[in-house]
């Protein structure tokens, strides 16, 4: 079981963020969603991909010739030397990532056992003990790959480690509901009660997502939801009415983070070759705190950001 290997896009260690205490967080690459405002693309694909910080690259040249697709390009503009990289030929070789001296290729996401994750978490295990806090693990989507974080989730177990689980709530396997029902809490998003626009924004129904949050706070199962504020597509009033309303209604829930869109994702986009589509302004303070209180309304211990 040890020997499951999954593809992780970053680890955060000291995080107040991710559940109580101080927690290292840990993000599985790949997810079903596709959000129009997701802030870690890097997430999204379950392989690991090319990142190119044009930035760095100082146009030696050394990345041309090593690339079995043909893929790069340096061109000559008014005496600019531009970098260009084709992702429709490009198949992730990574061969060009070892003769780039500057760091201008790169990859998200490496490879990881079980136990060489864990390796990784425990160095950190005084700050959890010292803090209450734990493990978060999140991604993308960790119910993608169930095996691995069951095996994870029992190691932290079998060391006294708090675990916690980020998900999407888009869980349909029976093994990815257990990861849910196993994690000690849980972080889960709501993105929209209306079952149209969460497809035309994320690219699933949320008829699973909604399912299952319900499932979840009748085993008892304590949760932080998260609901993220896009400007003109999860910001009306009704839709935020809506999701206060359900989670009201609901007795597990501890708290809930309203989190306001933000672009710390944009150069990501750049850095995997896609296009950023969000075009919003940030939301006044003023508003946000109208939010809060319209989720406080309804009995639920709110807070701005997460
Ligand atoms: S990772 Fe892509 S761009 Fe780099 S050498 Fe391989 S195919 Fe070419
Ligand atoms: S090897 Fe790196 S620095 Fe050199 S041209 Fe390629 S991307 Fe730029």
Redesign the pocket.
Known sequence: MDQIKAPIFHIIHGSFVDGYGIRTTVFLKGCPLKCVWCCNPEGQQFHPELKVTFGK???????VPVCPTKA?T?SQDAGKVN?DVDRQLCTNCFK?ID??Y?G??DKFGELYTVDELFDVLKKDEQFYRSSGGGVTIGGGEATCYPEFVLALIKKCKENYIHTAVDTCGYVTSPLGIKVLEEADLLLYDIKGIDPVAHKEHTGVSNQPILENIKRLDAIGKPMFIRVPVIPGYTDSEETLEAIASLLGSLKSVERVDIMAVHEFGKVKYEQLGMEYKLNVQAIPPERQEKIKAMFEAHGLKTQLGG
Do not use: K
């Open positions: 690259c100082n146009a030696c040249g050394n990345c790069i340096l970098l060009c003769v780039c500057t201008a290729m």
